[in-house]
């Protein structure tokens, strides 16, 4: 389903756009998606909307079959990426699990400024975003999701979250088509 319109009070979370991360192989070119998070970004803030910015440090502490350890990387890995030009207003959150909400404050931030929807952004689809997004569904948010400002590692897992879950959770659009309904809110 397209974008039909975005609630008087809509923030954007932009996930993972951190310097250790866009340097992962992705499916589609991260400068793109790092740009039209940046683009959308700069919308929310002309208007007066909360932009949130999230980078992840850890991993849940669980046993897995695959390693997530994060020890050794370089001191800037979860630095943002200059690109999305973060400013002094903006919600920054650090998460240690795959969504930004487990243990971090954001639903409490977000309600306390009086947030309905949240347009979400970033890398990987299938893990960061589907996970913040699936979350925010369940905390009763209105989801949309920025399908061409985000991207993943694994096309299937992609198109799958896309395809398949993302309709479950909320509506899809473009970057355009956000921003035109960002012009369309009163």
């Known amino acids: 389903m397209t974008v039909t319109m975005l609630d008087p009070k809509t923030a954007l979370i932009v996930i993972d756009l951190q310097k250790g991360i866009v340097s992962f192989p992705t499916v589609h070119p991260i400068g793109e998606v790092v740009e039209r998070s940046r683009s959308l970004a700069d919308a929310f803030r002309q208007r007066g909307l909360p932009v949130v910015l999230v980078n992840v ?7 897995t079959e695959r390693s997530h350890s994060l020890k050794g990387l370089p001191a800037d890995w979860a630095d943002l990426v200059p690109e999305l030009n973060a400013q002094p207003d903006d919600v920054l959150i650090t998460k240690k699990t795959w969504g930004a909400f487990t243990n971090t404050g954001l639903e409490a931030r977000l309600k306390t400024l009086g947030v309905t929807q949240l347009v979400i952004s970033g890398v990987s689809t299938s893990i960061g975003v589907e996970s913040t997004a699936r979350h925010a569904y369940e905390l009763g948010f209105n989801v949309t999701l920025a399908v061409d400002a ?10 799958d979250s896309i395809a398949h879950i993302f309709p479950r959770l909320g509506e899809t659009g473009t970057t355009r088509e956000i921003i035109d309904q960002l012009g369309k809110r009163n």
Do not use: I, K, L, V
């Open 57 to 63: 440090t850890g991993g849940a502490p669980g046993r």
């Open 150 to 159: 985000m991207t993943d590692m694994r096309r299937e897992a992609h198109d």
